[in-house]
């Protein structure tokens, strides 16, 4: 009488729940990869600031924008890229915020599928509870 | 990527692995296989750059042989090669990342490869180090995972 119904209820609860999941599931998947992209930034800027430093106060710098070679200014090139380090990692910092708070979701979506689940089981397997 | 594999030592491993299930062996070792895998892509990554650099290094050595004014043929495209003559070969242009570039002696230029190959050789045998530890784990987890299955089926 009711069972069926409730069936099907919980069914598509379970349907929503194990969407959700996914959804969060892909987010966290596509975090890592931001993540990645921007360590290897990082680690290559600070490849470039190390030799940066290296160089001598008349040592000729060049940016490549575009197709076109560019002279720059020493202390230029060295703000440049420090202010682009900083950027990164600010930017790696958020991401890890956001992957954590990802996660304790993701976590919380397992146990509420778990539980609909659950109730499915004793469900179907009773018949007579609401 | 952080993957405990548990206890450090190896014994202690192997009964770890020796309590698990089969389902749960065959999880740790395609884990294990995989990140293996992963390791090994970087570790060929790194010898292609590292072979890269000593050739960038042998051209660099080459160059300084050459005297100035001496005929050359400049690439302009993989297909088309123009006739040029050799200027300076004191100064080089170094391509330090992230689109940056900076003029160097050609002294400076070959040390600048030498300490880029010395970097990588040694991210290369930390990486081999890694894949070395990685791959005795996913060897004792296929160990255990046969040792397993042939007690479960012990027939025929």
Redesign the interface.
Known sequence: MASPAAVRELQRDLENKANDLSRIQKDIAKNHQVRKKYTIQLGENELVLKELELLKEEANVYKLIGPVLVKQDLAEANANVRKRIEYISAELKRLDATVQDLEEKQNSKREAVLKVQQRMQALQAGKAKA | MASSKGPASPAARVAEMEKMSVEQLKAVKEQTDLEVNLLQDSLNNIRTATTRLDLASAALHDLSLRPQGKKMLVPLTASLYVPGTLDDSEKV?VD?????????TMVEGKD?CERKIHLLKSNYDQLLELASNKKTVADEAGAALQAKLKQLAPQT
Not at chain 2, 96 to 104: A, P, Q, S
């Open positions: 242009l330090i990342g992230t689109g940056y570039f900076v003029e160097k600048y």
